[in-house]
């Protein structure tokens, strides 16, 4: 589908500013000339080179691969600027970007109202590429195809407001849009002074009754914490005055770490004492009469990060920030998710005393990944295609974020700490000519193994099955101690069948740098192992490896394993 | 299309919108109380009081009146009560956890387990100590490859009339193979082999045999698929998309591989020149119909769910939406219409069943891929009220035109008259690059129409007829014995073959 390129909305709305940018260009063209004029007849030089365009302010947006959304759910832009937005299109299908005016009078409605005006359209939409004939349309791309760009140039609209992108290829629109943030700043502060104390807090201390370190004005008057290089225990108190432009409310917004009170004509407006993160950002709006206004801002760090942000907004102006640090919710991208959302997953876990399975793409293991979780601390990912324990690790279990949301893609490492690998890239079983034989190597998929599934006991922990050849395997995983306690293990307990037993079936149960310790025990990279059932073998034919030979008797061969973590 | 299911907060100004018979609003709206979908079949949402997510990717019913719902998060939910004339007395209660994104679900009777098809793999569940959970998870056949891209999704069937289970396999991306049958149907067999079927498959939504039990799968607009469309799995097929032929290389199951076809070509030409190559049974054309079909139900309720015995009903992810398709085989290749049935789900579908008391359960989500339905997810019981109401039964290709019948007599006056009925032709490029427009448009005339003396039956004459297009007959002006319009006046009927002249 290629859909034409320039609509004639879009047309429309780029003509407009082509025209106003031509007309300016013709005016200083013409002062140009006037003035070269005079020079040529002042001093018969040469004529000065033309004015430099204004370069336009470039923005990038993405659509990453398998995400249905813009990488940039935010960004911002000061009225009249001029932009080149380069739309990038990585997903495997198409999409466009429709910048839309500002739904009147209302919060943002993310161009819905457009986005739903483009599905109506239905079998038109798509030789149209789905750009509907409506006033809200700003500027657009086409239908932008796979791994393909378009650029557009605009100049931004001199009102403030939110002007949202989205996608209008309907079904898109909902998870896939953004904001164009269109700014202007509100007044700065008209003075600032600094006390900065010392000491100890755990709360905000009563500064009148304390005597500065130090005093004195702040010069560009924005809001600093750095004002000695000092990080940990200090704490400052500023004090400023502030014009309102005019009668009306206005809202301020206040972030710390750790505490801050802001308070406003000596009445205390936002509260934000105690020792935290600079995490969310606290709002309280206002009614202010017209002319100047006296802040007071109280702050102190105990230890660990420092961070201070002040910002105020009004109906004439977009949140201006008062401090020189802007909080990440506050800056180009980051509007829409503060960072502790970011950091926010789906965290899965053991519950009721039971095992928690969780099957997906885990890193570290191939995309057959089976991630277990015991209430003891434990957890381990067991990898199908090899049929190996891949991965072992403490703590918490699985972040299922990346999977349960949007459509899932990637692959996601383990949720907790002390994560080993005891016999990484290989298979976990097979029958060698004789005892030095080489390892067989990796394959995609163990060769001759087949895996079985598993079944759940009634703590609902799983024994995993698969058979090479005619030997069938149970492989069951024993959670032992308590990561709490520091004692937290994994007895790995292998169950051999066959009615007719092979020669020469080993398991590989350890490789890498295994170093002997006392009792039996291996040492090797973050973890120690111990073969308790079974004899081992350590030998190197492709580097160490620790096998363990699988001896039947009556058709039936059993081998247990520990593994745990170093400390 | 109504939009009044979008919550208010996605919907600040309301549109009036219409899409599929806009054009004839004005003849319908002529009639004081213009039948609704609401009067025959109601969507009943099941109760989740504990808010769980449940973003439905399969259903499946059991003869003791169980449903199972798996989930893509990888849970498997059964159902009590279900089936009761009282929704609200159903119950969610967790029967298996832990696994990867299930979008097939059938229940065995014989051994009292539920195998479900996850990304990695046909699974057997069962509840061998019978504390309403599952125990054992067979791994049935991994034959498969999975690469670890999040495309490669796996759709499941029920069992077919030999026993077996049908997975469509999803391209890596939806646009390339990258790891083996990626883009192929399989059938694995009771005892686990698993038969390389049908190739040529690109973004397959569901699975679902007709009354006759031949498979049936949906395929999503793309490369080689100008349109979504219901598709005929008849085994050693090509189903249209070239991505997945190198794996002819490690099968001796079928084959030989067949010839590429051309690219920006028209399918009836390239059925010509790839012998394998199989039609779209029915068109569902994008934009239209919808834009992701997903699963495919039979009703074979005889009679319980409403007129539409032997016929399949088709979900909708992006619509939120059912259609509903009736089949003929002309020459050998199956062909029919598909006409809308009901819309208005909270969320894109994606699973349904229909128990055999004549409740259709339908689930999904939108997580990823937007709907007009609006919700996360949702998952619903459709009633049918008991009344019949006035639609266009069948409609099968005749040598000069098309007959239709109806599900109540018609008035003969209005189903007579040419001018009731009007029809446009088209088709889509059969092409690499991603969907495409309708091409190739033709008008065909409606010269006469004759209806039979129980007004059940219509012969349209038409003419031309174009092999290989759709043929979109809106019947604005056809009107019940009783006066009322067609509940859809529109059907798209796929015309792969004209029958002979007799």
Redesign the interface.
Same mark, same amino acid.
């Given at each position: 589908m290629h859909p034409a390129r320039l609509l004639p909305v879009f047309a429309a709305a780029l003509s407009l500013t082509r025209l106003q940018a031509q007309t300016q260009t013709q005016t200083q063209t013409q002062t140009q000339t006037q003035t070269q004029t005079q020079t040529q007849t002042q001093t018969q030089t040469q004529a000065p080179a033309p004015p430099p365009e204004p370069q336009p302010v470039v923005i990038n947006i993405k659509t990453p691969p398998g995400q249905m959304k813009y990488d940039r759910p935010v960004i911002s832009a000061t009225p009249g600027a001029k932009l080149r937005l380069v739309f990038e299109n990585q997903d495997e299908m198409p999409h466009n970007l429709v910048l839309c005016r500002p739904l009147e009078g209302k919060a943002s409605d993310k161009g819905l109202e457009v986005a739903q005006l483009a599905w109506a359209m239905g079998v038109e939409g798509m030789n149209k590429g789905w750009i509907p004939d409506s006033p809200r349309v700003l500027a657009h791309t086409g239908m932008v195809p796979a791994h393909q760009k378009e650029e557009l140039f605009l100049t931004v609209p001199m009102e403030p407001g939110i002007y949202p992108y989205v996608c209008t290829f309907p079904g898109h629109a909902m998870v896939m849009n953004g904001e164009l943030r269109v700014l202007t700043e509100g007044p700065k502060l008209t003075d600032l002074n600094f006390k900065l104390y010392l000491g100890d807090w755990k709360k905000l201390p009563d500064y009148s009754t304390l005597t500065p370190h130090r005093s004195g004005p702040i010069p560009d008057k924005l809001v600093d914490i750095k004002l000695e290089g000092m990080t940990e225990h200090f704490g400052v108190r500023y004090e400023g005055t502030f014009e309102v432009p005019q009668d009306g409310r206005y809202e301020f917004f206040l972030s710390s770490d750790d505490g801050s009170r802001l308070s406003i004509d000596d009445r205390a407006v936002l509260d934000n004492d105690g020792i935290h993160p600079a995490g969310t950002v606290k709002s309280r709006s206002l009614r202010l009469a017209k002319g100047p206004h006296r802040l007071m801002l109280d702050y102190f760090e105990n230890a660990g990060e420092e961070k201070l942000y002040l910002g105020w907004s009004g109906k004439q102006f977009s949140e201006t920030p008062l401090s020189k640090w802007v909080h990440p919710s506050r800056q180009d991208g980051g509007g829409a998710e503060a960072p502790e959302d970011r950091s926010t997953g789906i965290p899965l876990g053991p519950v009721n005393g039971e095992a928690v399975i969780y099957r997906n793409f885990i890193a570290g293991s191939s995309p057959r990944g089976i991630a277990v979780g015991y209430p003891n601390g434990t957890n381990l990912c067991f990898d199908a295609d090899q049929m190996v324990p891949a991965l072992f690790w403490r703590g918490a279990f699985m972040d299922a974020k990346r999977h349960w949301t949007d459509r899932g893609s990637g692959a996601q490492p383990p949720l907790g700490y002390d994560v080993f690998s005891p016999t990484p890239d290989a298979p976990c079983l097979a029958i060698l000519t004789d005892a030095n034989a080489a390892w067989p190597a990796k394959k995609p998929r163990a060769e001759g193994i087949r895996f079985r599934g598993y079944t759940l006991d009634a703590r609902r922990r799983p024994t995993f099955k698969y058979d090479l050849g005619c030997v069938s395997v149970e492989d069951f995983y024993e959670p032992v101690g308590d990561t709490k306690n520091n004692d937290g293990a994994i007895i790995r307990h292998l169950t051999f069948t066959c009615p007719k037993a092979p020669d020469g079936l080993y398991l590989r149960a350890a490789s890498g740098n295994l170093q002997p310790r006392s009792g039996g025990v291996w040492a090797g990279q973050g973890f120690q192992m111990k073969v308790v059932k079974g004899d081992a073998v350590l030998r190197d034919a492709n580097g160490p490896e620790l096998l363990v030979p699988v001896k039947f008797e009556n058709n039936r061969a059993t081998l247990e394993l520990l593994y745990r973590w170093n400390s | 299309?109504r939009?009044s299911r979008?919550p208010s907060r996605?919907?600040?100004?309301f549109?009036p919108?219409l899409?599929?018979g806009?054009a004839f609003a004005a003849a319908a709206s002529a009639f004081a109380a213009d039948p609704k979908e609401s009067d025959y079949y109601q969507i009943q949402p099941i109760p989740n009081p504990d808010k769980l997510?449940l973003e439905i990717g399969a259903l499946e019913h059991t003869p003791d009146g169980r449903i199972f719902a798996t989930t893509r998060?990888?849970d498997v939910f059964m159902v009590t009560d279900a089936l009761d004339k009282d929704v609200s007395k159903a119950g969610l209660k967790l029967f298996a956890?832990?696994?990867?994104?299930v979008l097939g679900a059938a229940w065995n009777e014989k051994n009292q387990s539920l195998y479900i098809t996850?990304r990695?793999?046909l699974?057997?569940l069962r509840d061998?100590?019978g504390d309403g959970r599952?125990?054992?998870?067979?791994?049935v056949s991994?034959g498969w490859?999975?690469?670890?891209?999040?495309?490669e999704y796996a759709f499941g069937s029920k069992f077919d009339r030999d026993g077996n289970m049908w997975v469509t396999l999803c391209l890596t991306?939806?646009?390339t193979s990258d790891i083996d049958y990626r883009g192929w149907a399989l059938r694995i067999t009771p005892d686990g082999r698993m038969l390389p079927t049908v190739c040529g498959v690109r973004s397959p939504g569901g699975i679902g045999f007709n009354a006759a039990g031949d498979a049936f799968y949906t395929d999503n607009q793309?490369p080689w698929n100008g349109s979504s469309s219901l598709k005929w799995l008849k085994p050693g097929s090509f189903a249209g998309n070239p991505m997945g032929n190198k794996w002819f290389n490690i099968t001796t199951e079928i084959g030989p591989r067949p010839p590429e076809p051309h690219d920006k070509s028209r399918m009836v030409i390239e059925r010509e020149r790839v012998p394998t190559l199989v039609p779209p049974a029915v068109m569902l054309?994008?934009? @239209?119909v919808g834009? #992701?079909p997903t699963a495919i139900i039979c009703d074979t309720t005889g009679g319980k769910f409403g007129p539409f015995q032997d016929q399949l009903f088709v979900a909708e992810q992006?619509f939120s939406n059912i259609a509903r398709v009736s089949l003929e085989k002309v020459n050998g290749v199956y062909q029919g219409v598909a006409i809308p049935f009901l819309e208005g789900f909270g969320s894109g579908l994606i699973g349904m069943t229909l128990s055999g008391n004549g409740y259709l359960f339908a689930g999904g989500s939108? @997580?990823?891929?937007? #709907?007009?339905g609006?919700k996360p997810y949702s998952f619903d019981r459709v009633a049918w009220t008991g009344k019949t109401p006035f639609e266009i039964l069948t409609m099968t290709a005749e040598p000069d035109g098309f007959s239709i019948t109806f599900t109540s007599p018609a008035d003969k006056e209005t189903a007579a008259s040419p001018a009731s009925y009007s029809m446009q032709a088209w088709t889509w490029a059969y092409r690499e690059?991603?969907?495409?427009?309708?091409v190739d448009q033709v008008t065909p005339v409606i010269s006469a129409v004759t209806v039979s003396p129980d007004g059940l039956k219509a012969r349209i004459k038409a003419s031309p007829l174009t092999k290989g297009h759709v043929h979109y007959l809106q019947s604005p002006g056809v009107r019940s014995a009783e006066g009322a319009p067609l509940l859809h006046k529109d059907a798209y009927y796929t015309l792969n073959e004209i029958p002979a002249g007799g």
């Open positions: - | 299309m939009f979008f996605f919907c600040p100004r549109i919108v899409t599929t806009a997510v998060r990888g956890g832990g696994l990867h994104e996850q990695p793999e699974t057997r061998d100590d599952a125990d054992t998870f067979e791994t991994d490859g999975i690469s670890g891209d999040y495309h991306g939806s646009f793309g054309p994008h934009a @239209r834009q #992701s992006t939108d @997580r990823g891929w937007g #709907s007009r609006g690059e991603y969907g495409g427009s309708e």
